[in-house]
């Protein structure tokens, strides 16, 4: 009688620092469309937009207009990432050359792209776009943020990670939401900063690369797994889903994105999941 006192003890103290998560079907969750995708990179705008990139170049489709846009610029090589956070200045990084291109709903070029060659030394991987209107980028040498204008102008940056974050090497993704920017090290944890540059606190879960953040949620897909984590009240939720295969995917409202194999799948929900 004892043993199990004691393990209903532990149970209910794991489960109060938030480190019990339940598994559970999504109510009412059925399948609205499938889309042929030969995809490397999945992402959305906040209008429902979906965009995939591939060896041929960026695919944007519209689900309302069943239309698709495409953009490709095969001089600057293969598209690294897509920022669709703001569907009028979707932005394109060309890894390989360190050419940046913002685009237009459209996906038309909105203006030259800039070479990041002479400003960001050391082929940085991690950048995503600021609602200022610029961009933020891990800059490896410097080991430490910085975001930039669209006119490549110095905004602000960080500490270098070797003071502020020791345990930090360079970060896998990185995002902003809500006027803070997310920076993922999977070894070591998910750490936030402000948009000056500023660490504030770490969120203590590792081994995740991409994710979502909406409020204070983070969110990320497993193989088979939804995986909603509040840090604030240190809970997390797992939500089944019906494919076993999951290589990304998307949460907005109650709609979901899923992306397996040569196929993107779009599934609605009966209500909002959070």
């Known amino acids: 009688m004892r043993s ?38 999945l992402t959305a705008d906040p209008l429902g937009n ?19 846009r495409h953009y490709s610029n095969p001089r600057y090589g293969n598209i690294h990432f ?15 050359f360190q050419h940046i291109v913002w685009l237009d709903r459209n996906l038309a070029e909105k203006q030259a792209p800039h070479s990041a060659a002479g400003i960001l030394p050391g082929f940085p991987g991690a950048i995503c776009s600021s609602a200022q209107g610029g961009f933020w980028v891990f800059v490896p040498h410097e080991m430490r943020l910085q975001l930039y204008n669209q ?3 110095l905004q602000a940056q960080s500490l270098p990670f070797f003071e502020a974050l020791p345990a930090f090497g360079e970060p896998a993704f990185i995002t902003e939401a809500d006027g803070r920017l997310y920076v993922s090290e999977p070894d070591a944890g998910i750490a936030v900063f402000d948009i000056f540059g500023n660490f504030i606190f770490l969120i203590e879960r590792k081994e995740i690369e991409r994710f979502q953040v909406q ?13 909603v984590f509040d840090f604030v009240l240190q809970e997390e939720t797992v939500f089944l889903l019906t ?32």
């Open 50 to 68: 979906l965009y995939w990139t591939n060896r041929e170049g960026l695919t944007k489709y519209e689900p309302a207009g069943k239309t698709y």
């Open 151 to 153: 006119s490549f102008r």
């Open 243 to 274: 494919e076993t295969k999951i290589r990304s995917g998307l949460v907005r409202g109650s709609r979901i994105w899923v992306q397996t194999g040569n196929e993107i799948r779009i599934y609605q929900a009966a209500g909002r999941l959070f």
């Open 215 to 227: 409020r204070n949620h983070i969110i990320w897909f497993t193989e088979k797994e939804l995986i």
């Open 4 to 41: 199990w006192s004691i393990y209903f003890f532990l149970f209910t103290i794991l489960l109060m620092a938030g480190r019990v998560a339940f598994a559970q079907q999504i109510p009412g969750l059925s399948l609205v469309e499938s889309i042929a995708a030969d995809s490397d990179f």
């Open 82 to 96: 897509v920022d669709a956070s703001d569907p009028l200045n979707v932005l394109v990084y060309h890894r390989d």
